[in-house]
T-cell receptor, first 114, second 114 residues
Framework: KAGVTQTPRYLIKTRGQQVTLSCSPISGHRSVSWYQQTPGQGLQFLFEYFSETQRNKGNFPGRFSGRQFSNSRSEMNVSTLELGDSALYLC?????????????FGPGTRLTVL | AQSVAQPEDQVKVAEGNPLTVKCTYSVSGNPYLFWYVQYPNRGLQFLLKYITGDNLVKGSYGFEAEFNKSQTSFHLKKPSALVSDSALYFCAVRDEGGSYIPTFGRGTSLIVHP
C-alpha cells in the first residue's frame, strides 16, 4: 500500500497570509491526525478527524482548522499566519484511531513564514 | 492523564556497540507504547509497539524494546549500532482507557560515530 502523502512538501508564506495543507492517508485508514513539530515544542497535536468529523482537538488557536473528506483525505488551514507558525506539519493516519492503532506518518510539509 | 519522558536529549555511541534510548511513561491504565524514528526533514517512521504479551518487542531495522511495568519504562535497544541509525527517536504512549491521541516524548537524538 502507498504510504501517507502530504502536499506540498515545502511552503514559504508571509505574515498575514493563509495556507492550506493536504494529506492523503493510507488506503483504508479512516482516522487522520495533524501535528505541529518545532524544535522548541516538539510534537504537538493539532486535531484528529474520523469519518469527516473532528473527534479530538489540541490546544491551538482558532486560526488552525481542518476538515476531512468522504474519501478520508484531509486538509488543514492556517489563517493569518504568524512567524511562530513556521514548523513541520505532520499528518498521520490509522485505521480507526482507536487504541491501540498505530499511526503512520507522512513526510510532512515544511512551512516557513517570513 | 498520560505522559512520557525521554530523559536524554542526545545519546552517542560508537558503531558496532550496543545502543539504548530511554523512555519512561505514566498512565492511569494499561499502556500502549510506541517507538518512532525520524530522519532529517522526514516524517516519523514506525519502529515497534507494545500492546500486551511478551515484554520484549522486536521491530524494524534490528531494533527491540523492553517493556518494564514495575519501572514504567520502555527502552529502545539495538545490539550493534550502525552509523545509519543516527536520527531522532520518539517514544509515545497511549492509555488503554484514555485518549485516542498518543503523547509523544520530546525526542532523543542518536549519534552513531564510526
Amino acid at each position: 500500500k502507498a504510504g501517507v502523502t502530504q502536499t506540498p512538501r515545502y511552503l514559504i508564506k508571509t505574515r498575514g497570509q493563509q495556507v492550506t495543507l493536504s494529506c492523503s492517508p493510507i488506503s483504508g485508514h479512516r482516522s487522520v491526525s495533524w501535528y505541529q513539530q518545532t524544535p522548541g515544542q516538539g510534537l504537538q497535536f493539532l486535531f484528529e478527524y474520523f469519518s469527516e468529523t473532528q473527534r479530538n482537538k489540541g490546544n491551538f488557536p482558532g486560526r488552525f482548522s481542518g476538515r476531512q473528506f468522504s474519501n478520508s483525505r484531509s486538509e488543514m488551514n492556517v489563517s493569518t499566519l504568524e512567524l511562530g507558525d513556521s514548523a513541520l506539519y505532520l499528518c498521520a493516519s490509522s485505521e480507526t484511531g482507536q487504541v491501540p492503532d498505530t499511526q503512520y506518518f507522512g513526510p510532512g510539509t515544511r512551512l516557513t513564514v517570513l | 492523564a498520560q505522559s512520557v519522558a525521554q530523559p536524554e536529549d542526545q545519546v552517542k555511541v560508537a558503531e558496532g556497540n550496543p545502543l539504548t534510548v530511554k523512555c519512561t511513561y505514566s498512565v492511569s491504565g494499561n499502556p500502549y507504547l510506541f517507538w518512532y524514528v525520524q530522519y532529517p526533514n522526514r516524517g516519523l517512521q514506525f519502529l515497534l509497539k507494545y500492546i500486551t504479551g511478551d515484554n520484549l518487542v522486536k521491530g524494524s531495522y534490528g531494533f527491540e524494546a523492553e517493556f518494564n511495568k514495575s519501572q514504567t519504562s520502555f527502552h529502545l535497544k539495538k545490539p550493534s549500532a550502525l552509523v545509519s541509525d543516527s536520527a531522532l527517536y520518539f517514544c509515545a504512549v497511549r492509555d488503554e482507557g484514555g485518549s485516542y491521541i498518543p503523547t509523544f516524548g520530546r525526542g532523543t537524538s542518536l549519534i552513531v560515530h564510526p
